[in-house]
């Protein structure tokens, strides 16, 4: 199926999400001394009130998951937002799996489990960096912008997302810095490759009835 080139495949692509990533890394960076592999980590005071409650992160990861699912199966992938939320399918799942598989290697210990951000190869139950989930909205976001930005610049706005997620876990004390400034990372680079496939990989090996959304069937 032929699809409008996205926007930042012409050139070497600059998502807002690594922009506002090392916007907080250099903010961190002056305001602070820190540990870490750049040396901005630090604990920030503990925080679970109002728009950084818990339960409202882990909605925001909720309604993401149903919205990329629900997206996908509804629209199908014969038209172009439903073949951008294919590639969001892709994105998220392959930036899940790395996610973990980094978490598994590295064991790095959470800010709520020591003070020193320096604490890696910690072994079973240590599994700060990178942040899974500011790397799955990350990844969740990251086709539409370069798919739309161009376009709609306000789509640009979902970028906004990512980055309360990251806000939110650092002052859970769950992740340092560099862990959501990884997941920022990560989580940009499988989008980025996600929407550089010349179709969605998931989409390709379901049953060919997926290719019509359930829109069109009803």
Not at 23 to 46: E, M, N, S, T, V
Request: aromatic share 12%.
């Amino acid at each position: 199926m032929h699809r409008q080139e996205p926007f930042g495949l012409h050139a070497t692509p600059a998502p807002l999400g690594l922009l506002i990533g090392a916007l907080l890394a250099c903010h961190a960076a002056f305001a602070f001394a820190g540990g870490g592999p750049l040396g901005i980590d630090h604990k920030i005071p503990y925080d679970d009130s109002g728009i950084w409650k818990r339960s409202n992160q882990l909605l925001l990861e909720d309604l993401t998951i149903a919205t990329v699912i629900g997206g996908s199966l509804w629209e199908g992938g014969d038209n172009r937002l439903g073949n951008t939320f294919w590639r969001t399918l892709d994105s998220s799942v392959l930036g899940a799996v790395s996610s973990t598989v980094l978490k598994d290697v590295f064991t790095r210990a959470r800010p709520s489990q020591t003070d020193d951000p320096d604490k890696w190869f910690q072994g079973k139950g240590h599994y700060s960096f990178p942040s899974g989930e500011v790397t799955f909205i990350s990844a969740a976001v990251t086709p539409f912008v370069l798919e739309y930005g161009k376009d709609e610049p306000a789509v640009y706005a979902l970028e906004l997302l990512p980055l309360y997620d990251a806000i939110g876990r650092m002052k859970q004390q769950a992740h340092w810095q560099t862990d959501v400034l990884a997941g920022f990372a990560l989580g940009t680079a499988t989008g980025y490759y996600a929407q550089k496939r010349d179709s969605p990989f998931i989409l390709g090996v379901l049953p060919g009835g997926f290719e019509v959304g359930l829109k069109t069937r009803f």
